[in-house]
């Protein structure tokens, strides 16, 4: 069975770093393509970032870029989401996602992880 | 990185249909068929339901069908079920970056 579990959310002062991490299992993790997706409170789906199964290619949206850096490490099965700089408008649920094909479509979403930025 | 228009809202009544649209541009829906359809219940985790325009995941039920004109892609859902009410968004890639619709809230009448 697939399973995606986001860790590492929590309270965070605007200006701070948070590290977030998803752990994979079920499936061969180095096999595939893996998202960030948050979601504000009361908001639509947002796109974070994406890298690709051997880590050679990362991407982001041009409101993270440059603060969040996205990794993984494929020994450990787990996908990595390190946030810097941290605004009030990052405040969000932050989703681990499995990206399938060239349609970056997913599979397979973690349950989440709230991340709150305020003083 | 401009979103994917949906509307907000959406009706039907048990056991009818209701079409949800999803529109973007020529460059983007109108060029490539990798519009995918998500459910999300209130405090759930988004659910595929649809990806590349028409192709069901094992185990969504085939009243769930997409489709795509022009540069709209459109989610149908025939036999309503109470169970089907829950925001409903569209997502593509687009120039290597994901962009999801604003959302559609389906009510279940």
């Known amino acids: 069975e697939v399973q995606l579990v986001e860790s590492g959310g929590g309270l965070v002062q605007p200006g701070g770093s948070l590290r977030l991490s998803c752990a994979a299992s079920?499936?061969?993790?180095?096999?595939?393509?893996m998202h960030w997706v948050r979601q504000a409170p009361g908001k639509g789906l947002l796109w974070v970032s994406r890298?690709?199964?051997?880590?050679?290619?990362?991407n982001y949206a041009d409101s993270v870029k440059g603060r969040f850096t996205i990794s993984r490490d494929n020994d450990k099965n787990t996908l990595y989401l390190q946030m810097s700089s941290l605004r009030a408008e990052d405040t969000a649920v932050y989703y681990c996602?499995?990206?399938?094909?060239?349609?970056?479509?997913?599979?397979?979403w973690g349950q989440g992880i709230l991340v709150t930025v305020s003083s | 990185q401009s979103a994917l228009t949906q509307p907000p809202s959406a009706s039907g009544s048990l056991g009818q249909s209701v079409t949800i649209s999803c529109t973007g541009t020529?460059?983007?829906?109108?060029?490539?068929?990798?519009v995918s359809w998500y459910q999300q219940h209130p405090g759930q985790a988004p659910k595929l339901m649809i990806y590349?325009?028409?192709k069901r995941p094992p185990g969504v039920p085939d009243r769930f069908s997409g489709s795509k004109s022009g540069n709209t892609a459109s989610l149908t859902m025939s036999g309503l079920q109470t169970d089907d009410e829950a925001d409903y968004y569209c997502?593509?890639?687009?120039?290597?970056?994901?962009?999801f619709g604003g959302g559609t809230k389906l009510t279940v009448l």
């Open positions: 996602a499995r990206g399938r094909g060239g349609a970056w479509y997913y599979d397979y």
């Open positions: 079920g499936f061969t993790f180095s096999g595939y393509a």
């Open positions: 890298v690709n199964n051997d880590a050679t290619t990362t």
């Open positions: 020529s460059s983007d829906i109108g060029s490539y068929d990798y």
């Open positions: 590349e325009v028409n």
């Open positions: 997502g593509s890639n687009i120039d290597n970056t994901v962009v």
